[in-house]
């Protein structure tokens, strides 16, 4: 007698799970862009306070956190949706306007788990290469086809650090039908110091097939907590809301997230920190020969093709860890000033070598990517 096991869903049956990899804590973490520094006084002290709580479940629907993030935002509660994460949100609008036989349109390369949540929602990944490492705003609407539910807008781009402006994503979104939902992932907006970057709340009254994406993960330093927010028309909040999973923005993070709100100065001083920081990384590796595109997150992207897992490994023998994409390069996210410098000692020290020896150094050859197949 034949024995086979428990049945699962067909789509899931190629995909392996999307766990990321924790790198070696004795190594400077310059690898998952989180923030340089830790939480604030008052925020962790907000923490704390909740600490005595956890045996009590959260508010499910986060109702204070919700109406305050809408006051600070201007827009109505009704058009605020909470989540685990701007990751936790970006797989509930998957669940909620996706399903068999739709497709959603994504840059590529950019956050690398787009296509995992649009297989494991049962649509269609339609990636499209991205041009000069920005998002191509006009191949992507032009793979809009009738099957497409959504098209994720990566901006400014993770992990490459480009961002696109006002008149180009208006143009893009006017021209867009309007049956198909814009994610536009705004995780690094805090960052964005481009005046030609629009705040993309700003462009959701004249387009209500816009939703917005942002995170407390990364400007705000709460990776750990996992809180994130969608801005939208409120019947995309209505549909995400139904994909919500129980309890999980905990009373932590949502203390964490009022007391951010709470802290905008002092955390706005600990930001424009990270963007000088930003500026003077990306100089420095210019002036040693390195090509670095304009970045509008809290990291640099070194384009390095086939040489990346080399240099990342290089740079693990001087105690850093970075994130490295295989075959097509190596970002890293800024760090304190001593880190950063750590890096960029250690960048100039293997470039040398590598001139030194009579080789080429890495990322000075043209890398052709191709996209993911569907």
Not at 250 to 261: C, H, K, P
Request: charged fraction near 25%; include cysteine; aromatic fraction near 6%.
């Amino acid at each position: 007698m034949s024995m086979s096991g428990p049945r699962t869903r067909a789509t899931l049956h190629d995909l392996v799970p999307a766990f990321v990899r924790t790198p070696d804590p004795s190594l400077i973490q310059l690898a998952a862009n989180e923030a340089a520094y830790g939480p604030l006084p008052s925020v962790a002290e907000a923490v704390a306070r909740e600490i005595g709580q956890v045996n009590r479940y959260p508010d499910d629907g986060a109702v204070g956190l919700r109406h305050t993030l809408a006051d600070w935002l201007g827009v109505a509660g009704a058009e605020v949706a909470l989540g685990a994460g701007s990751l936790g949100l970006l797989e509930q609008v998957m669940q909620a306007l996706c399903d068999q036989g739709s497709e959603v349109v994504y840059p590529w390369r950019s956050f690398d788990v787009y296509p995992q949540l649009i297989r494991v929602a049962g649509a269609t990944p339609r990636p499209v290469p991205l041009h000069e490492e920005r998002n191509d705003l006009e191949a992507m609407l032009a793979s809009v086809g009738g099957r497409t539910r959504v098209v994720i807008v990566c901006n400014p781009n993770n992990p490459t650090g480009p961002a696109i402006g006002r008149s180009e994503l208006e143009s893009f979104l006017r021209r867009l039908p309007r049956t198909v939902t814009v994610l536009l992932d705004e995780a690094y907006f805090e960052y964005v110091r481009d005046p030609t970057v629009p705040d993309g709340l700003t462009l959701l009254r004249e387009h209500p097939n816009l939703a917005v994406l942002r995170t407390f993960s990364k400007a705000y330093g709460l990776a750990a907590l996992r809180v994130g927010y969608l801005v939208a028309r409120r019947e995309i909040v209505e549909a995400v809301d139904k994909t919500h999973v129980t309890y999980s923005v905990s009373r932590l993070a949502q203390a964490a997230a009022l007391a951010s709100i709470d802290a905008q100065e002092e955390l706005g001083k600990r930001i424009e920190e990270t963007v000088s920081e930003r500026g003077r990384v990306r100089d420095t590796l210019l002036s040693q020969g390195w090509r670095v595109p304009v970045s509008e997150g809290n990291f640099v992207w070194l384009r390095l093709g086939a040489a990346s897992q080399g240099f990342g490994k290089d740079l693990e023998r001087f105690g850093v860890a970075v994130k490295v994409v295989p075959d097509e390069g190596v970002r890293m996210t800024i760090g304190t000033r001593e880190e950063n410098d750590v890096f960029l000692e250690a960048a100039d020290a293997i470039r040398e070598a590598a001139l030194s020896s009579g080789g080429r150094p890495p990322g000075d050859g043209h890398v052709q990517l191709t996209p993911p197949g569907s």
